[in-house]
């Protein structure tokens, strides 16, 4: 169909070709490799817009309206307007486990920049999942998978905008028997809130519970102690020894309390009404009990590591403690979460991650030891370099209580490389990818005002466009560039234009 319609339009047919470098097999294509498209043709696009702009996104229907050799814009007849189209990086990349660091590392084999765009008179029904329309046109008489009906119907946003070209064929469908067998059992509408309310009861009492159980940190702390007895008196590990029974007695001192305190989240469970605002009461009460007594114990433990950090043969037993505040630590997370969960569930607030995680809990265990380290700073003959030393000590342990790194775009990768003083030529190299990908990037980086234009051209060359551009106006350059013919390159163009449109 898409075919016998782009041969209808009078226009010239334009192709373009993808842009493959590197181990991109045919078989993981995004799209086909070459576009064949004409004026008037209509196109849907299959990403969405990665700039500030957002103008489309994938499953966004438009039709073409200009085309030239390396400029495509596409006109939005809803919103009476026109944007021009650029090209997309798609990457095939192979994942690999770093066993020195326990982190996924990510090679890119190969890459495959084209247009983000396929003709769209048609698609078929497996192409259309995760789309939404307003309106369609579906021939679903001869469905042969099961669900395939169901995808092509559920894309459209109301029954007013379906338009069947066959009749539907019951024999064609089949019913999948469990979710026959649960409508038959579903329960009514008016018992679901009493459902809700009864289950997050149950999901605050088990989560708050879980919070206030640290079996396994007490046994962790009873063993290590216990280990203490294995070694030389002369250790290192047996001069502490009376400062591990001290701090494993306070660890302990807070089972009883906090078994107790677990009993009495079950009787507010059974009681015969639930009452929320007395759990927050009585949660906010047992962590500050808790906390102050698990935050010193850590400080302590901190501090320890640290000086041994100046003794020699301490490796291992530095490790022993660093697993052990490594597990304090998570305690004391969890205890944190708990209290927000039940604060946010008391003031009416939808449970999600960001209701158990803000700036507290992510930066509580850098907090502790940027106050250790001033603390230590006051006394240098306990540790000289202490920021030097505790960096290394816990480098460890802080990576794994701050939140995980952002992943860079291409344009962050692009814009790195540009800031080490490589050109065009040895960006495109280095990330594999042709030199006009690279000046795509940096029209984004111009038009996101992340560089400036003469961070890729030169003010001598900037001058000439300037000139060549007077009295330019509209998006589309294809008629400057037919009018300058070599006088200007396309990513010269798009380069200027970029910067201009910020004036």
Known sequence: MNAKALLALPQKKVSYQAEITGDYPKHLFPLEETLELKIGAQVMFVKNDLSFDKNYFNGKMGKIATLSEQE?????????????????????????????????????????????????????????????????????????APGQAYVALSRLRSLDGLVLTKAMRMNGLSNDQQVVAFSQNRAPEDQLAAYLSNSTKHYLIATVKKAFDWYELSSKWASHEASYQMVGVKSEK????????????????????????????????????????????????????????????????????????????????????????????????????????????????????????????????????????????????????????????FEKSVKKQTAPKEKKSTYDLTLELLEQGKDVAEIASIRQVSKQTINNHFVYLIRSEQIQLTDVLAPKRISELESMFEGFTGNSLGPLKEKLGSKATWDELKLYQAYAQLQ
Not at 75 to 87: A, H, L, M
Not at 95 to 107: D, Q, R, S, V, W
Not at 324 to 339: P, V
Request: aromatic fraction near 10%; hydrophobic fraction near 45%; charged fraction near 30%.
């Open 72 to 144: 495509i814009t596409v006109f939005f007849p809803d919103e009476k307007k026109s944007i021009t189209v650029e090209k997309f990086e798609w990457t095939n990349i192979r994942y690999a486990l770093n066993e020195a660091t326990g982190e996924i590392k990510e090679e890119t084999l190969g890459t495959f920049v084209h247009y983000p765009l396929k003709l769209a008179w048609a698609i078929t029904v497996h192409k259309s999942q995760g789309l939404t329309f307003d309106k369609a046109v579906l021939d679903v008489a001869d469905v042969f």
């Open 238 to 393: 047996a001069k502490n020894k009376s400062w591990i029974m001290l701090q494993n007695q306070v660890l302990q001192s807070t089972m009883e309390p906090a078994k107790k305190f677990c009993k009495q989240l079950d009787q507010i469970l059974n009681a015969p009404t639930f009452d929320l605002q007395f759990l927050k009461e009585r949660v906010q009460a047992a962590y500050h009990y808790f906390f102050k007594i698990l935050d010193d114990v850590l400080t302590t433990n901190l501090k320890k590591v640290a000086e041994l950090s100046r003794a020699r043969k301490t490796k291992q037993y530095s490790e022993e403690l660093a697993e052990l505040d490594e597990l304090l630590t998570a305690t004391i997370m969890q205890l944190k979460k708990a209290r927000l969960l039940i604060e946010a569930v008391a003031a009416g607030k939808e449970i999600s991650k960001t209701t158990i995680w803000n700036t507290e809990i992510s930066s509580y265990k850098l907090a502790k030891i940027a106050a250790i380290k001033e603390e230590l700073k006051q006394v240098p003959t306990l540790l000289d370099e202490p920021d030097d030393i505790l960096d290394t000590v």
